[in-house]
């Protein structure tokens, strides 16, 4: 009985660290395919933009922060027209968060910017989380919730190995079963 359990035990470790990597990877490819909005400095060096609901309506009062990796680099409250401006902000790639909404966004210094990039950065504040696997993804994005398990790389790390242990030891218990007795 005492030796059941223990197998038990191993195979709901196992599984459960293995669910892990299942969640994890297809969470990843999603972040990676999010859409990239160009915006091009001012000739001073300003990113200008706005802030507006799903209906297009200004946002004032609004936080806007600005994160280069998990690093907040830049943060401005938008004006009652739901207008902000960012001065001091080097070209590269950052993510705009209003609320729940994320934005990825390069940008570019004046006179280095693509055809397409834009001069004001327009961010939907709150627009609705789309799921699915569409080519054309929105540029809005949400990062996992502060009690997802599986949130942490360090926990994911973790329930990998342990997963790993727990599978080499399952094998191992399998493998060391007692001989039938002879008749």
């Known amino acids: ?17 293995l669910l892990g990597i299942q969640v ?6 999603l972040v990676a395919s999010a859409k990239v909005v160009d915006v091009v400095l001012s000739p001073d060096g300003t990113l200008a933009g706005r802030v507006v609901d799903t209906r297009h309506r200004p946002r004032g009062g609004t936080v806007v922060n600005v994160h ?3 690093r907040v680099v830049a943060r401005t409250r938008t004006d009652a027209d739901g207008r902000y401006a960012i001065t001091d902000l080097p070209g590269g790639l950052y993510q705009f968060r209003v609320g729940d909404s994320l934005t990825l966004v390069r940008v570019w210094s004046a006179g280095t910017a693509p055809r397409g990039a834009d001069s004001l ?3 939907v ?6 799921r699915g696997q569409d080519e054309e993804s929105p540029s809005e994005t949400t990062e996992p919730s502060p009690g997802d398990l599986f949130a942490s790389p ?3 790390t973790v329930l990998v190995f342990a997963g790993i242990a727990g599978a080499i030891f399952l094998i191992a218990e399998l493998d060391d079963d007692d001989p039938p007795a002879s008749p």
């Open 125 to 130: 504040a709150d627009a609705p989380v789309v």
């Open 154 to 156: 360090i926990t994911s």
């Open 121 to 123: 950065l327009r961010v």
């Open 1 to 17: 009985m005492k030796h059941s359990s223990a197998r038990r035990l191993v195979v709901f470790l196992t599984m459960t660290s």
């Open 24 to 29: 994890r990877l297809p969470a990843a490819g």
């Open 68 to 70: 280069r990796g998990r």
